[in-house]
């Protein structure tokens, strides 16, 4: 089988395009610049990488993000530098040409591919509420995942059941890793997640033979370990007491900060205001949207009603409450401009003084 780089110079990638994308990799992966010549080797020399990719109880969004990655040599390589041979929305085979194709690949490179899913597995009712294929969507997940050298947990769906996993989940949608026990599960929330992420996790499996190191949650530990608070554009308005108060209000002009309308970043993990969306221009919140902390676990049922704030801000991150801030800062500006009234009633009353001793003087 042809390696990645031997496919990248036939589509007329430069080598030097592909040596951008392996320090390009390192960097994500907060590796040090002595594992660029190691990812290049990698993807030198090392056959592209079978990849089984299932959609399960989900809406589709995290596809969306992951074919939309922005930088040609990340889509690439998602998209045709893997092996990927099996994702029912994009293949152009269907129905049992389709299963065929999966089971060839599942057959041929049994304990050597990465079984990447997204959305989540369903309990109630036997399962029935997500079928494909004519068998559950449980059973088609234990199947793949019983030859997978690795299992990636790709989106919110597939990490913490999302949306329909909120009260009252009457699908009983449970992550992945409730399923898969027997095999090293890879989480990667979002919804969606960025899709250089899961490109640098692929890389880094590639390169190293090993998942990366991951969380406490299984996440991979380059993306997750900082809060979305930790690299905001907009924490300088934060830390002094700056609130938008309405969405339409001045400081939304401003570009203040919208912790006060309902953001989470600070209790939010995940690499959104690093990285960002269509290569590096924006995220949500640089974009005037409260974070909804979507990475997080049951996200949903503790992010709602979406545009209140919370309640306390964790991790004594500033040692008061913004509310406190905010009044606190409002407190200085209103005795700001009392002593300035005040100094400067004082000095015009010198100045008229001295101007009626002057005019006496004259006189």
């Known amino acids: 089988m042809e390696s990645y780089y031997h496919w990248a110079v036939q589509k007329g990638i430069t080598r ?52 939309r990655s922005s930088h040609p040599l990340f889509s690439d390589f998602i998209l045709n530098m893997i092996s990927l041979d099996y994702m029912e929305t994009l293949q152009a085979a ?26 989540s597995a369903t309990l109630g009712e036997g399962g029935i509420y997500c079928t494909i294929g004519g068998v559950t969507a449980n059973e088609l997940l234990q199947e793949c995942a019983a030859g997978a050298a690795a299992v990636i947990a790709y989106g919110s769906c597939a990490t913490n059941a999302c949306i329909q996993g909120a009260h009252p ?34 890389v880094h499996y590639i390169t190293f033979g090993t998942i990366p190191e991951l969380t406490s949650l299984g996440r991979p530990k380059a993306f997750y370990s900082k809060r979305v608070h930790d690299g905001c554009t907009r924490r300088a308005f934060f830390d002094a007491g700056q609130f938008v108060e309405q969405f339409d209000d001045e400081g939304a002009k401003k570009g203040w900060c919208l912790y006060k309308v309902g953001c ?3 209790v939010a993990y995940n690499a959104c205001a690093v990285t ?50 905010g009044l606190a800062a409002l407190g200085i500006a209103g005795a700001g401009v009392i002593v300035h009234g005040a100094v400067t009633s004082a ?13 006496k003087d004259t006189r």
Not at 291 to 312: G, I, K, V
């Open 264 to 266: 989470k970043g600070p």
């Open 347 to 359: 000095v015009r009353g010198r100045s008229n003084k001295d101007g009626s001793d002057s005019e």
């Open 16 to 67: 030097r395009d592909f040596l951008k994308f392996c320090t390009m990799m390192a960097g994500m992966l907060g590796l040090e610049a002595t594992a660029i010549p190691r990812i290049a080797n990698a993807l030198e020399t090392k056959p592209r990488l079978p990849v089984i990719y299932l959609n399960l109880q989900e809406c589709t969004c995290c596809c969306e993000s992951l074919i």
């Open 94 to 119: 269907a129905g049992e040409q389709a299963e065929a194709a999966r089971k060839k690949v599942m057959n041929e490179h049994y304990g050597n591919y990465v079984l990447v899913v997204e959305g």
């Open 169 to 202: 989940n009457p699908t009983q949608a449970v992550p992945i890793r409730r399923i898969v026990k027997d095999k090293p599960v890879i989480d990667v929330p979002g919804c969606p997640p960025i899709a250089e992420v899961i490109t640098g996790t692929i």
């Open 276 to 325: 960002e969306w269509n290569d590096g221009v924006s995220f949500p919140v640089k974009s005037g949207h409260p974070c909804m902390a979507c990475s997080e676990n049951n996200w949903y049922d503790s992010s709602t009603p979406f545009y209140t704030h919370l309640a306390e801000i964790p991790n004594d991150v500033i040692g008061k409450n913004p509310d406190q801030i």
